[in-house]
């Protein structure tokens, strides 16, 4: 039997290999989506290791998710206005339909209660129907979208979506 656990990422080789799983996950998942011009652009932007260590500096957090003893993805979490911003949560293709989100989900729904947080709110970009789908199989709502100028003449194309928690 399969074993989730859920590892802070608190030193530098954990940041690191987050850092590359993201690589990873993005080439793999968002080309199709974004193109490969705005995935290396945002990557280095949001997802490389001195980006992942300036938002850890500035309060975010993030864990590694293992399946047994497999890095199979990972999550970034961010307090703000008293919710809980779910920045990231990718899992590695080959470990994708094995209800990983859904675990990090009750995961950080945990989180949130012990801390005393009642919503859970995310992006997500337009495009990425499988995504969109699980979200909202996990109880999110769209409430809003935006589009965000992230530099270098892209934008992320993005619904607004939020999960209020019975805390």
Same mark, same amino acid.
């Given at each position: 039997?399969?074993?989730?656990?859920?590892?802070?990422?608190?030193?530098?080789?954990?940041?690191?290999?987050?850092?590359?799983?993201?690589?990873?996950?993005?080439?793999?998942?968002?080309?199709?989506?974004?193109?490969k011009e705005q995935v290396d652009y945002m990557i280095e932007k949001f997802?490389?290791f001195p980006a992942l260590k300036e938002q850890i500096q500035n309060g975010?957090?993030?864990?590694?998710?293992?399946?047994?003893?497999?890095?199979?993805?990972?999550?970034?979490?961010?307090?703000?206005? *008293?919710?809980? %911003?779910?920045?990231?949560? /990718? $899992?590695?293709?080959?470990?994708? @339909?094995?209800?990983?989100?859904?675990?990090?989900?009750?995961?950080?729904v945990q989180l949130c209660r012990d801390r005393g947080i009642s919503k859970?709110?995310?992006?997500?970009?337009?495009?990425?129907?499988?995504?969109?789908?699980?979200?909202?199989?996990?109880?999110?709502?769209?409430?809003?979208?935006?589009?965000?100028?992230? *530099?270098?003449? %892209?934008?992320?194309?993005? /619904? $607004?979506?939020?999960?209020?928690? @019975?805390?």
């Amino acid at each position: 039997m399969k074993q989730t656990r859920f590892v802070p990422a608190r030193s530098d080789s954990e940041i690191l290999d987050i850092a590359v799983l993201a690589e990873e996950i993005w080439h793999e998942h968002f080309t199709d989506i974004i193109g490969k011009e705005q995935v290396d652009y945002m990557i280095e932007k949001f997802q490389s290791f001195p980006a992942l260590k300036e938002q850890i500096q500035n309060g975010y957090e993030y864990f590694q998710i293992y399946s047994s003893h497999t890095m199979a993805g990972y999550t970034g979490i961010h307090e703000e206005d *008293g919710a809980l %911003f779910l920045s990231k949560l /990718y $899992i590695k293709k080959e470990f994708r @339909g094995q209800h990983l989100a859904s675990e990090a989900f009750r995961y950080l729904v945990q989180l949130c209660r012990d801390r005393g947080i009642s919503k859970i709110w995310l992006t997500c970009n337009k495009h990425n129907a499988n995504t969109l789908a699980v979200y909202d199989h996990l109880g999110f709502k769209i409430t809003d979208e935006q589009v965000a100028d992230i *530099g270098n003449g %892209f934008v992320m194309d993005d /619904y $607004i979506l939020a999960c209020q928690l @019975g805390v």
